[in-house]
């Protein structure tokens, strides 16, 4: 009879480490190569594009929107120069930018490039014009000039703070037990908008992600016969890539940068009515401030009182 229980209990083990084992094979089965995507979409990206329209898109010019921390990726118990917040940050914020609806992003990060092309283009076209007549060489099409922006925005990444928090759960009864490891790391932006003609900061905003990561783990150490000893482990790890963390906090920031500036008057809506919309007002909730608007007859903003 007793030998008969503890093949029961064997077959119990046996049976949830199976289902332990398939359910950790289906989670790394999942993050089998894949295909290329389209993109990665944030939580924020939906907010980011449902915001009411301008009156008019705004050009802005970013020369470089960078890494400003110094920071390595995190290695417990060894050094590493790899870089911990992605170097494409600028790409990021242009990219947000366009996809606001709000900002007409011109080249400046890649400007010596671009200037370098254009002389090109007007060497080439001297050199063609040798070989025309004056008349034909006034069909020749004229380079334009290149767009200015009347608005600058500057700012980076400010800050990365790892092991902000740390912890676990565990447990083992008669050799049988797992665990579960968490970790949170942060990374904060700063963005603001500069006047060109001026040079006054006309707003300024910041934003903060946490970066997530888990660990699970489960093994069995028994002997379930004499000298007959069971060991099973196996275990999946989850990190949140710190990339597509710096791209939320971007989004977050130009949406944040476009409504601050709807509030101050810096740059107007299309339709005045509109600062009435869910995507301000929820904004308005998340700073815990309650707003008043006030429109005259005409139905045009009068004021703003907070």
Known sequence: MKQKQNMIKLFSVLVLAALFLTGCATGLASIATERATMGYTTAIHKDL??????????????????????QYKYHPSATTFSTA???????????????SGWFEPVEREGLPNLLT?????????????????????KDLPVLPPLMYAPIMLEGGVIAYETNVITGGLGAKYFGVGGSVDVRSDQVTIYLRAVSVKTGKILKSV?????????GVDF????????????????????NEPPQMCVLEAIEKAVHDLIIE?????????K?????????????LKEKEEAINVVFDKEGNLVKITH
């Open 117 to 137: 092309e254009r002389k090109i283009i007007r060497s080439t076209v001297e050199e063609y014009k040798q070989h025309l007549s004056k008349e034909e060489q």
């Open 85 to 99: 917040v992605t170097q494409g940050a600028t790409s990021m914020l242009i990219k947000a930018l366009q996809d």
């Open 261 to 269: 500036g709807i509030l101050d008057k810096t740059w107007n809506l």
């Open 49 to 70: 594009i449902s915001l009411p329209p301008p009156e008019k898109k705004i050009p802005v010019a970013v020369y470089k929107f960078r890494d400003q921390t110094g």
């Open 219 to 238: 093994g069995i150490f028994r002997f379930v016969r004499l000298a007959r000893l069971l060991e099973v482990e196996t275990g999946l790890t989850t």
């Open 271 to 283: 339709n005045p009515e509109d600062i009435k919309s869910p995507a301000i007002q929820n904004y």
């Open 206 to 214: 910041s934003v903060t992600k946490s970066i997530l990561s888990k």
